[in-house]
Structures are given as structure tokens and as C-alpha cells.
């Protein structure tokens, strides 16, 4: 009886550490909680499906001549190549609507004038120093150069709104943003000789992949001119 417990239990742990292990290989998890990032007081940044990838083996470093420099003739090389090691598909848009409140009136409205609002991204590689677009293309990354994107919604003149409505518009761009790092080994020159350093180096891109506007609206299914109006939400609704 004693030798199956024990039996039992070593079973038991072996199968826990097993999924332990499972869990950690796990390196492309698809996090599904939404980040926000403010960025005015008119424009918000949310982040949405987040993908993570692993970090590659390291590359070979050049080898040096016989004064100490490399054999491509520059002063630093990659130890672990430029790659992208996280993606997350994000979404830019107006906080606030352009609207047309006929919620409370018993008769369609027209609009005399022409309405529009609009959001603006610059879209593309952002680095500096090592990691620069020539580099980060050198080494196989998809990333471009910078490029504006825009998105505007705008209600006609003559647009007509129903009795007992309210609508409202907003412009929208969705984008994914690669996260690039790469680890480099720079040659420092020095006396009386000169040495090499290791640091790791970051870059972003974003890709635009679409530029769209999104409608809502509301009805007063009372059809009282009393009721109170809603308000279209700030934060972003599929």
C-alpha cells in the first residue's frame, strides 16, 4: 500500500513539473489585454492583439585583422542580429465625435455647412545610430521608410438626420508596430590600446494597414423633447 502512494505522488510531481515547462516554452502568447497610451488630449494609441517572438541565436562576429579592426572595414558588428521581438496591431483614433444632435427634436435636420475631423500618424522606422533603416533593411527587416497616414470623417452640406436622432463620426487608422533590438560590439578607441563594448539597441516600425471612420448612433424611442442626450464614448468600441 505505501509503495503505490509513494508511486502515486512521484507521478503526480512529475506531471506538474511537466506543465511547468510547457508553460515557459511558450514563447508566442497572444496577450489579449488592451494598453492604452495617451497621447492628447484629442488622440489615443490602443494597443491590441500583442504578440511576443523569440530571441534568435547569436550571430558570429566579424573577424579582426592584424591591427585590431574589422575585416569589413567599420568599427562595430552585430553579436546578436537586428530582429523583431514583439508585434502588437494597435488602432488611432479621436477621442471626441464629430456629432449632429437631433435627439430631442420632432422634425429632421440639414446640415447648411460641411463638417469634418480627421486623424493624423507619421507611420514607419523610427532608430538612430546603429540600429538605422539601412542597417535594419541590410538585415532582412520588412520596415520602411517614415510616410504620413490620415483618416478624416465629415458630414456633407445637406446631410439630413432623422427626427429623435443623434449621430456622430470618428476617424480611425489601424497599424501594427514591430519592436526591433539588436545586440552590438563597438570598438573603442584608446590608449594605450583600445577595447570593445556590448550594448543592446532598440528600434520601432509601423506598418498602416488601414485608414477608416466608424458611425453611431442614437434614437429617442420615447420621442420626448425632455429626455436627456446620451454621449458617445471616448474610449474605442468595435
Not at 567599420?74 to 508585434?87: A, C, F, G, H, R
Not at 514607419?124 to 497616414?149: K, Q, T
Request: glycine content about 6%.
Amino acid at each position: 500500500m505505501k509503495r503505490k502512494l509513494f508511486i502515486t505522488i512521484i507521478m503526480m510531481l512529475l506531471l506538474t513539473m511537466s506543465s511547468v515547462f510547457v508553460l515557459a516554452d511558450d514563447s508566442t502568447t497572444l496577450n489579449e489585454e488592451a494598453v492604452v497610451e495617451n497621447v492628447d488630449n484629442k488622440v489615443i494609441d490602443k494597443a491590441e492583439d500583442v504578440r511576443y517572438y523569440p530571441m534568435p541565436k547569436a550571430t558570429l562576429e566579424v573577424p579582426l585583422d592584424s591591427a585590431g579592426y574589422e575585416t569589413r572595414g567599420l568599427l562595430s558588428s552585430w553579436v546578436v542580429e537586428p530582429y523583431v521581438y514583439k508585434t502588437e496591431r494597435r488602432i488611432r483614433y479621436n477621442t471626441t465625435w464629430l456629432t449632429i444632435d437631433n435627439y430631442n427634436s420632432a422634425v429632421p435636420v440639414v446640415t447648411s455647412s460641411e463638417k469634418e475631423k480627421k486623424v493624423t500618424m507619421t507611420a514607419g522606422f523610427s532608430g538612430s545610430g546603429a540600429l538605422s533603416l539601412s542597417e535594419a533593411l541590410d538585415v532582412g527587416l520588412e520596415v520602411s521608410g517614415s510616410y504620413a497616414s490620415e483618416s478624416t470623417t465629415k458630414f456633407s452640406t445637406g446631410y439630413t438626420v432623422p427626427a429623435w436622432f443623434k449621430v456622430g463620426q470618428r476617424a480611425y487608422i489601424r497599424y501594427e508596430r514591430s519592436y526591433i533590438k539588436g545586440k552590438i560590439r563597438r570598438y573603442i578607441p584608446s590608449l594605450p590600446v583600445g577595447y570593445y563594448v556590448e550594448e543592446w539597441v532598440e528600434a520601432t516600425n509601423d506598418r498602416v494597414y488601414e485608414e477608416g471612420e466608424k458611425f453611431k448612433s442614437y434614437e429617442n424611442t420615447n420621442e420626448k423633447p425632455t429626455s436627456n442626450v446620451p454621449s458617445f464614448p471616448s474610449s474605442w468600441e468595435e
